[in-house]
């Protein structure tokens, strides 16, 4: 992902706590009462992926989740003195992405052939990569089970900042325009590319669930599971004969205000 996107909302959450000790010194309200706030760094492992592995796909010869790192910046509203509920929001800025070698049989998709763009089904082994970077605003119920253990869940809404879905087919065949059409092969060597790109969703939206572990009164460790509802490619795009959804384990640290 773009470590500018990072560097940004580092600088903003750094400047979270600062702003909300200068409104306390002024009066105190709603916003700066019985409120805390969250920087959390974190690691993603995952990927877009259909749900269950379609019939298309014979086996998956090899899965490198890639270096997906997020920032975020978060702000806890607790309903009560005892800070047992509350509500937590904020913006993250992460990637999301992977790469993956898959066997294939009779697969739906569209290559670059000769510099036209041909759709069929392909039969042999496909490459592909995946390199999205999100703004992401999660909305959360939050509980302190404990002085140490806090749970979390809700949904998340995000907006794609880089899109990139790209790859290649190899070692196969296609059968141009249905599975009985006219037959391009690549083999020795040769290979087709294509770039779905621009058919990834502007938009996203899932839920999150997670917990945190205190350290002590200021650090924690986290893990958190999101899964995205609608898919990461455009609903209208037919190239791909099933729809894939970003499902990802969040590892991370942070630190309390």
Not at 14 to 23: A, G, K, T
Not at 24 to 37: D, G, I, L, P, W
Not at 110 to 138: D, E, M, S
Request: proline share 2%; charged share 20%.
């Amino acid at each position: 992902m773009n470590f500018k996107y990072i560097t940004t909302i580092l600088i903003c959450a750094l400047s979270l706590p600062i702003f909300s000790q200068e409104i306390k010194v002024k009066r105190q309200h709603f916003f700066n009462t019985n409120t805390t706030v969250q920087i959390r760094s974190q690691f993603s492992i995952g990927g877009a992926t259909p749900l269950g592995l379609p019939r298309e796909i014979r086996d998956i010869k090899s899965y490198n989740p890639t270096l997906q790192l997020g920032m975020e910046a978060n702000f806890t509203k607790w309903f009560t003195e005892e800070q047992k509920w509350g509500i937590r929001t904020g913006i993250r800025v992460e990637g999301k992405g992977m790469k993956t070698d898959a066997k294939v049989k009779d697969y739906l998709t569209q290559i670059n052939y000769n510099g036209a763009q041909v759709k069929g089904n392909f039969t042999g082994n496909v490459k592909t990569q995946v390199r999205n970077t999100y703004l992401t605003f999660p909305i959360l119920a939050t509980y302190n089970v404990d002085t140490q253990w806090t749970v979390y869940g809700g949904i998340y809404l995000s907006a794609t900042i880089d899109r990139s879905f790209d790859g290649y087919v190899y070692d196969g065949y296609l059968r141009q325009g249905n599975s009985t059409g006219q037959k391009l092969i690549f083999e020795d060597g040769k290979q087709a590319d294509y770039d779905f790109s621009d058919e990834v969703n502007r938009f996203q939206w899932g839920t999150q669930i997670g917990a945190e572990w205190k350290m002590n009164k200021n650090f924690f460790l986290f893990g958190d599971l999101t899964y995205g509802f609608n898919g990461v490619l455009k609903s209208d795009f037919d190239a791909i004969s099933f729809s894939m959804h970003n499902i990802y384990l969040n590892l991370g640290f942070g630190y309390q205000f």
